[in-house]
């Protein structure tokens, strides 16, 4: 049990259409990156919310866009699906930006798109 | 070449055996992290290392800052122990982590 929860685990959806995922972190968890994770790859770096603001991006299209609320929950929002998103998008949290902070991943949200 | 590198990509052991996963970067870092994903995807954060080295249970996890590598080790392996095992890098110049591409690890009873 890391105590970062994701929504929805898995969906469906057509190209063009958007998507909009969701975590919930713990307590006092002001660090949220996601990640997409394609099959059999590892993980990569869409971008990172430090106290509600953007404060790092990886080589990924606008349409992918974000938000980090004051609640410790956040949203990973991509716009005009294409086929290769589909992949494993996990969500992971952290207490403060520094890198020696332990790093909680969610189960991920698995996403199709048809 | 990935600035994370993993080898061996698949490891097949029996139960009982020592495994040895080893992970190369090519960047500096502030910490290095070895995580455990199950197929269903759920990530594990089993080791957090900036120097030395780190025990938990079975596992063991080094790192050698000046040749930049790290190696987890899992002593008496067993079959609960399948699962695909990640080193990941958060460089000193930012605020990601960069993954390497993972090790599918099978125990044999």
Not at chain 1, 33 to 40: D, E, K, N, V
Not at chain 1, 75 to 87: G, P, Y
Not at chain 2, 33 to 62: C, D, E, N, Y
Not at chain 2, 72 to 80: C, E, M, V, Y
Request: overall charge neutral; proline content about 4%.
């Amino acid at each position: 049990e890391t105590g970062v929860t994701q929504s929805p685990t898995h969906l469906i959806k057509t190209r063009g259409q958007q998507v909009t995922l969701r975590c919930s972190s713990q307590s006092g968890h002001n660090t949220v990156s996601w990640y997409q994770q394609a099959l059999g790859q590892g993980p990569q770096f869409i971008f990172q919310y430090y106290r509600e603001e953007e404060n790092g991006r990886g080589n990924f299209p606008p349409r992918f866009s974000g938000l980090q609320f004051p609640n410790y929950s956040s949203e990973l929002n991509v716009n005009a699906l294409e086929l290769d998103d589909s992949a494993l998008y996990l969500c992971a949290s952290s207490a403060g930006q520094t890198g020696g902070n332990t790093i909680y991943f969610g189960e991920g949200s698995w996403l199709t798109v048809v | 070449k990935n600035e994370v590198e993993q080898s061996p990509q698949n490891l097949t052991a029996q139960e009982g055996e020592f495994i040895t996963i080893n992970c190369s970067y090519s960047v500096g870092i502030s910490a290095l992290h070895w995580l455990q994903q199950h197929p269903g995807g759920g990530i594990v954060s089993l080791f957090m290392l900036s120097s030395g080295k780190k025990k938990h249970g079975r596992l063991i996890a080094t790192i050698n800052i000046q040749e930049k590598h790290s190696s987890l080790h899992i002593t008496a392996s067993h079959p609960r122990d399948s699962a695909v095992y990640i080193c990941a890098v958060r460089s000193t110049s930012g605020s990601r982590l960069t993954f390497g591409e993972g090790t599918q690890l099978t125990v044999n009873p």
